[in-house]
């Protein structure tokens, strides 16, 4: 008889025969910038990549704040797991529940413009959407359309063991956050340009902004903050101090016509604190 441990390695092996194990894909790569083109669509999307790097400088007429594309896109629009542009490039046009209707690029960046700029849109054949766009473009060379891409959007945690905490999430805040955000969320500015971003107040982005979600800013901070240590929370700290931050208040969202609780029932039944009452305060009058 063959001994038994011969015979299960035989079987064993046999199982595997012929089995493939596919890798995990690589994250799409964007090009280089040393490969942009020196010609008229080079000009064009070198303007769109100035716009979303200096978007204060770049469009100004169009910016109610102290925020910058590239505050929620990092590296430029590269980084994965920051929503990168190239990502969201081959997802348009695409149904939106946000607008309850098809929205193109052009439709999705005005919309950000309004929102997470608390700003004004600029018109669809604006040299200002123009750029962005045919930067976006560039970035997704090489990109298969119609496809979620690895590390397309901000990360999607699962719901946290715990209820996310106010008095958590500050203390995760004062410790991580406040160096470079500022101890009131105010930001930094030096030159009269933004360094770090203001999270709340009247120069951040406003209560109709993706961002204010708490699962989404929870995603973004557990792949990227702190800055350049991207990971070093646990998705609790990320949820924690997620909810910390947008549970204080920032600029009006500006479909809110009538009530805050009006507004709350038709575009606010996210995972967002927009109608809640902090310290007496009812959230969403805008700041």
Known sequence: MRPLKLILTSIILFSFHGMSFAKAPAPFQPPAEKDLPDNEFGRVVRFGRDVFIDTQKNAKPYIGNALNCVNCHLNAGRLVNS??????????????????????????????????????????????????????????????????????????????????????????????????????????????????????????????????????????????????????????????????MNSHERPKDPRQTTSIDDAKKNFHAENCSYGNEVGGHKLGQGD
């Open 83 to 244: 929503a990168p542009l190239w990502g969201a490039y081959v997802l348009y046009p695409a149904y939106r529940k946000k607008t309850n209707k098809v929205d193109t690029l052009a439709s999705r960046i005005q919309g950000c413009f309004m929102y997470s700029m608390n700003g004004k849109a600029p018109a669809a054949d604006s040299a200002e959407i123009t750029g962005l766009v045919t930067y976006m473009y560039w970035l997704a060379k090489g990109a298969p359309t119609g496809t979620v891409l690895p590390g397309q959007g901000y990360l999607e945690l699962k719901a946290p063991p715990r209820v996310p905490s106010w008095e958590a999430g500050q203390k995760v805040y004062e410790q991580n956050c406040a160096l470079c955000h500022g101890a009131n969320g105010e930001g930094q500015f030096a030159e009269g340009k933004t360094v770090f971003p203001p999270l709340w107040g009247s120069k951040s982005f406003n209560w109709g902004a993706g961002m204010h979600r708490i699962n989404t800013a929870a995603g973004f901070i557990k792949a990227n903050m702190p800055l350049g240590r991207g990971g070093m929370l646990t998705e609790q700290q990320a949820w924690d101090v997620a909810y910390f």
